[in-house]
C-alpha cells in the first residue's frame, strides 16, 4: 500500500538553528510528494511539493529533494524563525489518484 | 485569495446526538474530500466527491456517517449518533487538476468536534 513515515516529534530548536525534518515514503507508481504546515488553530497550508524524481520543491526559506533511491523527501531550513512552530505533515498522492496520503505529523516548536 | 468556507468551527455535543458540518469550496473545484484528524495523527481521508459522485468512502463509516454533495457545489458531512471515539478536527478540501501535474488540495480551517 501506500503511508508515509515522518520522524517523531515533538522537535524543539532555537532560533536560527538548522533544521531536518525526516519524511520517507511506500508507494506503487510515481507519487507526488508535498509538505503542509498547520499552524496552531488553523487547517493545513501547502508548504511545497515536488512532482519527480530529483525535483526540489522550495517556500519560505523551506527545501525538500524527491530522492527516488531512498525514497525520502525530507524537509530542511537553513535558519528556523519562532514563526515557524507548527505542526509539519509529509504526503503523497499516486499518479491517477487524487488524494492525498499523509504521514503522522511532526510538532515544532522553536525558542527564542 | 479564494478560500475553502467551513462551519461551524467548533461543535460540542453529546454522545447519541446528531451533528453536521458543512462545507463550500473554492469555485471551480470538482472535487472535494472530507478528512477526519484526530488529535496527535495525520488526517485521514473519510470520503471524496467528483463533482456530486462519490469517488471513494472506503474509510467512512457508514452505519454513523453519510455525506453528500448534492448539486456538486458544497457539502455536507453528518454523523449520527455521535460517539466519544468522532471526537476529532474535520477538515475538508478541494482541488482541481494542476498545471505541474500534482493535484494540489486547499484545506479549509476545519471544524472541530468535541463529543462528551
Known amino acids: 500500500g501506500n503511508s508515509v513515515t515522518q520522524m517523531e516529534g515533538p522537535v524543539t530548536l532555537s532560533e536560527e538553528a538548522f533544521l531536518t525534518i525526516n519524511c520517507t515514503y511506500t508507494?506503487?507508481?510515481?507519487?507526488?510528494l508535498f509538505w503542509y504546515v498547520q499552524y496552531p488553530g488553523e487547517g493545513l497550508q501547502l508548504l511545497l511539493k515536488a512532482t519527480k524524481a530529483d525535483d526540489k520543491g522550495s517556500n519560505k526559506g523551506f527545501e525538500a529533494t524527491y530522492r527516488k533511491e531512498t525514497t525520502s523527501f525530507h524537509l530542511e531550513k537553513g535558519s528556523v524563525q519562532v514563526s515557524d512552530s507548527a505542526v509539519y505533515f509529509c504526503?503523497?498522492?499516486?499518479?491517477?489518484?487524487?488524494?492525498?496520503?499523509f504521514g503522522q505529523g511532526t510538532r515544532l516548536t522553536i525558542n527564542p | 485569495e479564494a478560500e475553502v468556507a467551513q462551519s461551524p468551527r467548533y461543535k460540542i455535543t453529546e454522545k447519541s446526538q446528531a451533528v453536521a458540518f458543512w462545507c463550500d469550496p473554492i469555485s471551480g473545484h470538482a472535487t472535494l474530500y472530507w478528512y477526519r484528524q484526530i488529535l496527535g495523527q495525520g488526517p485521514e481521508l473519510l470520503v471524496q466527491?467528483?463533482?456530486?459522485?462519490?469517488?471513494?468512502d472506503s474509510q467512512l463509516p457508514k452505519d454513523r456517517f453519510s455525506a453528500e454533495r448534492l448539486k456538486g457545489v458544497d457539502s455536507t458531512l453528518k454523523i449520527q449518533p455521535a460517539e466519544l471515539g468522532d471526537s476529532a478536527m474535520y477538515l475538508c478540501?478541494?482541488?482541481?487538476?494542476?498545471?505541474?501535474?500534482?493535484?494540489?488540495?486547499?484545506f479549509g480551517a476545519g471544524s472541530r468536534l468535541t463529543v462528551l
Open positions: 508507494a506503487t507508481g510515481y507519487p507526488s
Open positions: 478540501a478541494s482541488s482541481s487538476p494542476g498545471t505541474s501535474g500534482a493535484n494540489v488540495l486547499t
Open positions: 504526503a503523497l498522492t499516486i499518479q491517477g489518484a487524487q488524494k492525498l496520503v
Open positions: 466527491f467528483q463533482d456530486e459522485s462519490v469517488v471513494d
